[in-house]
Every structure is written in structure tokens, then in C-alpha cells.
């Protein structure tokens, strides 16, 4: 992996270098994570004008579960372990004979921003935007790869929760079980707080879970997410609980899913954002659903839970092979309930099978 993460710092560096600025300043963590490797808590990444720099607040801990920083980098512990890391990175660039320093403004706070410059006040400083973040859309094959372990995983611990007795369960209860089950099969840790929503709360876009308990004849819609090795995906369903479902239920799950299924199949390199967005919307906004959509139809996945590209309405750009992506529409009906259906998906090409699924729990509407 040491080459791989040198050759990401070498992407930024072009980037920094025709921007005119001779090092840059990294302290978003994802970012910091996926130019150095897992660091930690408050560490931050100084491409320097001489040396590359991970500056740590304290001495690396044994986390063999988590992994370790690129072993090419030099790590850089202050001998006073109080401060600010960035500060601490920003002096250091100094040191090295650096006149500008690209930054993070989007992360760092103002308070933060100013002890940077007070600290190395012949330092100019300038706005690294979103580089990193943009250079993270398209993944490689072994980013994708710890995706589609986590989406194992997750799909692993809904489907033995649906094999389980539910009614009588509170929301709150099963969001617990399903997240301990993640971690039991081998996730870091969930990938987000866990949804389950029964009755009137089911479709709800993040729903946190209640203390309200599954009743028979309930919609029961659960979102989850796992992480593995730092990279999260993410997977939702929706079920009805104890009796054949309602001419209703049964209407509204299959738009729903017709609505899922065209904006998965919209999903191929050059399309753009926002015609996957409509891919999905129209089939739903078609049958009086207009209301009751949410904001986008999707959103990036990977050491964030939501990264660009955003499937929205308004969203500008094209999508790229490798760049996964979810696709979530749903209709939530206020004091009745509603449908969401989540996938977690990888652009290819058609020469190469077209989008490739990595959830794959079904998506027939079962009655548990």
C-alpha cells in the first residue's frame, strides 16, 4: 500500500504545484486517511517542500484492527504533547523554507485558521478547496474491494435479523442487535447510526430509532451500513411484518422499487448526475409522489458515508467507471409509513457487465 498512498500525495502535489503553492496542509481526517493510511485521532498530513509529514499529538498506539500509517512517511510527535497539530505542521513547513501553504478552509475553523497564520506569519496562505475529496471520487480496485467486504457483512447481519422473531421488539432494539452483529462478522463498526423504523416512522429518510415497538401488518424499513478497513457502504429495506401485506403496501413498494431499479440501471460511465436522479424520480413524481420525495436520489460511498458524486436534481457532472454510489429513493406517507429501498453499487462499463452490485440481500417485499 506504501506505493499507493505515495502516489495519491504525488496527485495532490501536481495539484498544489499549479496552483503555486509549494505545500499543502491536510487535517480533514478522511483525507489524511487515504493519503497516509489509518492515523490518529487529530493527526495531520504536511506535504512538505523537502519532506512529507505526519504530525501525531502523541506516539502511535498497538492497533493492528485499525492498521498503521504508510511506513514511508515520517511521523512527527511534538515533545510537547499539548497543541494544536496543525499549528504544530504549519511551523514545520516554515522550517523546511516553504513561502505558501495550501489549506484545508473547509475543514479547519476560524479559530483554527488564525492560529495557523499567527504561527507562521510570513507564511502565505492559500485555499486547497476540495482536491483531495475530488481526487477520492474514483476508487481502485482494492478501495472497492473493502466495499464490497463491507457490503457482505452488512448484508450478512440483516438477513440473519430477519430470520429472527420481531414482533413486540422496539426499533431502538433492533437497531443495536443489527449493529453488534456487524461488528461480530467483522466490521470496524457500523457505518453510520443504524435506522429501523416501524408503522407511521417507516420511509423515513434517517430515521432515529424509537422506542416504538413492531406490531403486526407494520412496514418495517431498516437502513444499515457497514465499515471494514475504514470504507462504509450502506443498504436499506423495507418489510411488512406478520400478515400478507395491503393492497396499499403492495402498490407503493412496487413504485418504489421501479423507481430504484431505473435509477440503477441509468448507472453507467458519462451519465450524468442528475439524469440518475430523474432515472429514479420521474417513476415516482409520476404517480403524485412529488411531495413526499426526498432531496436526492443518491450519494458517494467510501471513507465517508456520503462523498460526492450527489444524485440530485441540481447536481452538476458525469459519472466515471469505479466511482460507487448508492441509490436510495423512497416515499415516506405521513401517519401511515412508506418504502425505501437502498443499494450500494459500482459504476463499469457495459463491456464490463454494467453497474455491479454490491448488496445484494433481495429485494421482494417478504412478510416476516
Request: charged residues 25%; negative net charge; aromatic residues 4%.
Amino acid at each position: 500500500m506504501s506505493e499507493v498512498y505515495a502516489t495519491r500525495r504525488a496527485q495532490l502535489r501536481e495539484r498544489c504545484n499549479a496552483a503555486g503553492t509549494a505545500a499543502a496542509l491536510i487535517s480533514r481526517p478522511a483525507n489524511v486517511r487515504y493519503l497516509a493510511g489509518a492515523a490518529p485521532q487529530g493527526a495531520v498530513l504536511l506535504l512538505g517542500r523537502t519532506e512529507d509529514l505526519l504530525v501525531c499529538a502523541g506516539p502511535l498506539e498497538d492497533r493492528p484492527t485499525e492498521g498503521r500509517p504508510d511506513e514511508a512517511l515520517t511521523l512527527h510527535v511534538p515533545s510537547s504533547p499539548v497543541g494544536d497539530t496543525a499549528v504544530t505542521a504549519a511551523g514545520l513547513a516554515t522550517a523546511q523554507g516553504a513561502e505558501s501553504l495550501a489549506v484545508e478552509e473547509h475543514h479547519l475553523t476560524v479559530a483554527r485558521h488564525r492560529a495557523v497564520s499567527s504561527v507562521a506569519p510570513g507564511l502565505r496562505l492559500a485555499d486547497l478547496g476540495g482536491a483531495v475529496e475530488q481526487v477520492r471520487v474514483v476508487k481502485d480496485e482494492e478501495e472497492i474491494s473493502c466495499l464490497r467486504i463491507g457490503a457482505e457483512i452488512a448484508d450478512q447481519a440483516l438477513g440473519e435479523l430477519l430470520e429472527s422473531i420481531l414482533v413486540g421488539r422496539t426499533e431502538r432494539h433492533l437497531a443495536l442487535e443489527l449493529e453488534r452483529r456487524l461488528v461480530d462478522h467483522g466490521a470496524d463498526g457500523p457505518a453510520f447510526p443504524t435506522s429501523v423504523a416501524t408503522g407511521p416512522h417507516s420511509g423515513r429518510r434517517g430515521h432515529r430509532p424509537t422506542d416504538r415497538r413492531v406490531e403486526e401488518g407494520d412496514f418495517l424499513s431498516v437502513c444499515l451500513g457497514a465499515t471494514y478497513r475504514g470504507y462504509r457502504c450502506e443498504i436499506g429495506r423495507t418489510f411488512v411484518i406478520g400478515t400478507s401485506p395491503a393492497d396499499w403496501q403492495i402498490e407503493l413498494y412496487d413504485l418504489v422499487f421501479a423507481a430504484q431499479r431505473a435509477g440503477r440501471e441509468s448507472l453507467a460511465p458519462g451519465a450524468a448526475y442528475r439524469e440518475v436522479d430523474r432515472a429514479a424520480r420521474q417513476v415516482l413524481d409520476s404517480a403524485g409522489y412529488a411531495e413526499a420525495l426526498p432531496p436526492l436520489t443518491g450519494h458517494g460511498v467510501g471513507l465517508e458515508i456520503d462523498e460526492d458524486p450527489q444524485l440530485a436534481p441540481s447536481a452538476m457532472g458525469k459519472l466515471d467507471a469505479c466511482v460507487p454510489v448508492t441509490v436510495e429513493p423512497g416515499v415516506h406517507l405521513p401517519g401511515r409509513g412508506g418504502v425505501r429501498i437502498d443499494d450500494t453499487l459500482v459504476v463499469r462499463p457495459e463491456a464490463d457487465g454494467g453497474p455491479e452490485l454490491l448488496t445484494i440481500t433481495t429485494k421482494e417485499l417478504l412478510a416476516l
